[in-house]
């Protein structure tokens, strides 16, 4: 009996060659009309689908293999005998290799230069039929859907048959290949058409393995396309720990002014600066907490150049991320052999949703994006803020809101001289705050301070006066406000209320 394979390919990626060895092996092949076209241009024996259907392709392509000799071929049984029975009788035979791949709609789907027709014309439909009906009857065909595939596949075959073991692999790999598909569709279709979230649908295909995760002992993988947002100029490879601090570094200077670094060490911020030049930017946040400082990751906003390069060399650094870097810098950053130097590509994803496991789920919730306006800002005691202590306030309130909460923050002259974070009692971030700024011997007096939430009492504002502070900025919202602005007078301390919690656990 004739062996039969059919192809019919988007993407023609080493096509040729694969058609040209199920040639030799004796394998007739079928195939629609482009991939078609393409064989016999390079002289590959082959049957157009319409030939061997009897039945033309219809409506611009949209119907070309839904047709029962093709189906039937892919999915009769062949050890059952009514299955046989019935082929014969409608003169239908086997085909035992299926290579299909599909339209590329995930190559068009978030391009704002196609149309919505055309991304629509982009939806295959027959190929996703063929891709499933082979991989259901894996058991006697083998379904390919990726080009990396064949040369392992024709080397099993010329040894003389495909083992079950490999058509259940290539099975697997043909559902979600599919999967894969209908989610990015479906995903679409929820946006375009204003549809409610009912469900959630992660569709994110793996990139690599990580040595290991937060612990040794703990195995760790990244999905996605990290690689279309951070590019590693040089280094080692990043580790699980090191792409969630990058992640938490980008995110605080992406708000901050030009000129803007950030210091993180365990997705907290041990400094934070906006300084006249790059360099001044990143001494500043430096100055904040320079013992936490070392091992950790440093962000910037703008280029980084040779000047701020020799001082960034001057200490131990995991991760040092900017948009771009001068050729001279680059070239002294390279010296730090392990060290890994990261350009940002493009700005993080504001509509990406934060997803966190929790037993039988998940829990889903959209990125913290609020923004500070001089709108929503509320006065609330006698005394009024000058124009400088609001430009520290604003900064202030940015690294808060990148600050595990309970969250306190102190900042002066545009730099964070003081950070509390984490802690279960705002009492205690804001001692902590206080103690921190002593130790790097910073002035705290004139400084401002932000929280993350309210003050439950008037005690965490209290502290924070104790040490000089003359500004504070809040949400606002507890039921002892009235006690808290009471105090703020009664210590002269300008506060503004936000009307924003920004609370990061």
């Known amino acids: 009996m004739e062996k039969l394979a059919l ?27 482009n991939t078609a076209k393409l064989l016999i241009e390079h002289k590959i024996d082959c049957i157009e689908i319409s030939s061997f259907t009897s039945y033309p392709e219809i409506f611009s392509g949209r119907v070309k293999t839904l047709n029962p000799k093709i189906f039937g071929g892919i999915l009769m049984r062949r050890d059952n005998q009514t299955d046989k029975i019935q082929a014969e009788e409608n003169n239908i035979v086997p085909i035992d290799i299926v290579c299909v791949n599909l ?10 230069d196609i149309s919505l027709e055309e991304k629509i014309e982009n939806i295959d439909i027959g190929g996703p039929s ?12 083998s379904v390919l859907t990726n080009p990396e595939q064949y040369d392992e596949f024709l080397d099993e075959l010329k040894k003389g048959e495909i083992s079950l073991e490999t058509r259940e692999k290539l099975a697997y790999a043909a ?16 946006k375009e058409f204003n549809q409610p979230k009912k469900e959630i649908r992660l569709n994110y295909k793996s990139s690599f393995d990580l040595r290991y995760g937060e612990n040794p002992h703990q195995k760790a993988y990244l999905f996605g396309n990290f690689e279309d947002y951070f590019e590693v100029l040089h ?71 040779e000047d701020t390069a020799e001082k960034l060399n001057d200490i131990f650094l995991e991760i040092i991320c900017a948009p771009s870097y001068s050729v001279n810098a680059l070239e002294k950053l390279k010296t730090k052999k392990n060290r890994r130097l990261i350009k940002v590509k493009k700005n993080l994803d504001k509509d990406e949703l934060v997803v966190k496991s929790v037993p039988g789920g998940l829990l ?10 001089e709108s929503m800002l509320k006065y609330v005691t006698e005394r009024k803020c000058s124009e400088k202590e609001l430009e520290d306030l604003k900064l202030a309130w940015v690294v808060c809101k990148h600050t595990k909460s309970n969250a306190i923050v102190f900042v002066k002259e545009k730099k964070a001289i003081g950070v509390g974070a984490g802690q279960m009692s705002r009492l205690d971030s804001a001692k902590i705050a ?39 900025i809040q949400p606002g919202g507890s039921v002892r406000d009235d006690e808290v602005i009471k105090a703020a007078n009664e210590k002269n301390i300008s506060m503004i209320f936000t009307g924003i919690r920004n609370f990061k656990h």
């Open 434 to 472: 206080a103690m921190k700024a002593k130790e790097f011997g910073h002035d705290l007096n004139g400084a401002v301070a932000a929280s993350d939430a309210f003050f439950p009492f008037a005690d965490g504002l209290l502290e924070i006066a104790s040490h000089g502070i003359t500004a504070v």
């Open 130 to 141: 063929l891709i499933r009906a082979a991989a259901k009857n894996y058991k006697y065909v």
């Open 103 to 112: 339209y590329p709609f995930p190559k068009v789907v978030d391009r704002d």
């Open 364 to 373: 889903i919730q959209e990125k913290d994006n609020s923004k500070l306006d």
């Open 235 to 305: 280094g080692k490879e990043l580790s699980y720990n090191n792409i969630v601090d990058l992640t938490a570094a980008v995110e605080l200077v992406t708000e901050m002014e030009k000129y803007g670094c950030a210091i993180i060490k365990h997705t907290n911020p041990c400094g934070a600066a906006i300084g006249n030049d790059v360099k001044s930017a990143y001494e500043k946040a430096l100055s904040c907490d320079p013992i936490s400082a070392f091992g950790g990751i440093v962000a910037f906003n703008s280029e980084v150049d």
């Open 7 to 33: 192809i019919s390919v988007s993407d023609k990626t080493k096509i040729i060659e694969f058609a040209k060895e199920l040639n030799l092996l004796n394998y007739k092949i079928l195939a629609t009309g």
């Open 175 to 190: 559902f979600a290949y599919t999967s894969y598909y209908d989610t990015l569709i479906a995903n679409y279709f929820e």
